[in-house]
């Protein structure tokens, strides 16, 4: 991926948390923009969202619902040769993460086998 699109999807991603932050209220979630994939030609973009304290298929489904709405704000805050139409889908590495942490804390409660003594 080329520098210039990384630095567009950074930017993207910043502007679009802080519209969704902002602009919507989640009752109780915390919603925050993981990532953003935008297309070569700056037409199409992957927004993904990760969603905490709830479900995320209500959040996905409202912020799709709204996608012409906040490309509108996006456009006003970041000046491109063309705004992408933005999709909207769920990011669920965080539930994997806290899944992984959980197994791992549960594998060292198990008995533990006796440490050998070394001899020299």
Do not use: C
């Not at 197994?103 to 533990?112: A, M, S, Y």
């Amino acid at each position: 991926m080329s520098r210039r699109l990384d630095r567009v999807n950074e930017l993207l991603r910043r502007e679009i948390g802080a519209i969704i932050q902002k602009d919507y209220e989640w009752h109780g979630r915390l919603v925050t923009v993981a990532e953003v994939e935008v297309t070569q030609d700056l037409k199409e973009g992957k927004v993904w969202i990760s969603v905490l304290g709830g479900g995320a298929h209500p959040v996905i489904e409202k912020l799709n619902k709204e996608h012409g709405s906040i490309q509108s704000k996006v456009m006003k805050r970041v000046v491109l040769k063309s705004t992408p139409v933005l999709r909207f889908h769920h990011d669920a590495s965080a539930v994997r993460g806290v899944e992984i942490v959980n197994l791992l804390e549960e594998v060292d409660k198990l008995p533990k086998a006796p440490e050998a003594d070394e001899e020299d």
